[in-house]
């Protein structure tokens, strides 16, 4: 049984050539040294669930780096200006907003806030929270 899932590997390996799973390349060879994460306040810095306003929390970092793409932001690393955050945290929270218009406000205020994480070389974790922008209702 062995010998024949080997085979049909190595001969699925040579008809397709470079596509998952027959890549030489691993798809997780290599991982950064830093890490984004976004979430939502209220105006007393509070946690407010994604869900709460018709978004998943996964979707708050997808609309950044769409925005950035799209903006031509360089992103990654920390190395986005004030001015860039600004801009997508702006375009989010106006996203965010549009998606609620037919709802009462729950929350007078919403912060967009990214939390950056990057590891030095002596294994030294380091973390910043930036706010984005802020939407009051």
């Known amino acids: 049984m062995g ?11 040579l008809c397709l050539g470079e596509v998952h ?4 390349y691993p ?3 290599n991982f950064p040294n830093w890490a984004y994460v976004f979430y ?9 669930p994604a869900q709460s306003l018709q978004f998943s929390s ?13 903006n031509g932001i360089p992103v990654g690393d920390g190395k986005e200006t004030a ?10 929270l106006r996203l965010i907003a549009e998606r609620n218009k037919e709802r009462s406000p729950l ?3 919403i912060k967009l806030k990214r939390k950056f994480f990057s590891l030095n070389a002596d294994s030294t974790l380091n973390c910043i929270i930036t706010t984005l ?3 009051h209702w």
């Open 21 to 24: 799973p027959f890549s030489r």
């Open 58 to 70: 996964n979707q708050l970092g997808h609309m950044y780096y769409g925005i950035c793409k799209k």
């Open 40 to 48: 939502l306040t209220n105006q007393h810095d509070s946690v407010i």
């Open 107 to 109: 929350h007078k205020t």
């Open 3 to 13: 010998v024949v899932v080997f085979l049909a590997y190595l001969t699925g390996g």
């Open 83 to 92: 001015q860039a955050l600004s801009k997508a945290g702006e375009e989010i």
């Open 27 to 29: 798809m997780y060879s």
């Open 133 to 135: 922008g802020e939407k």
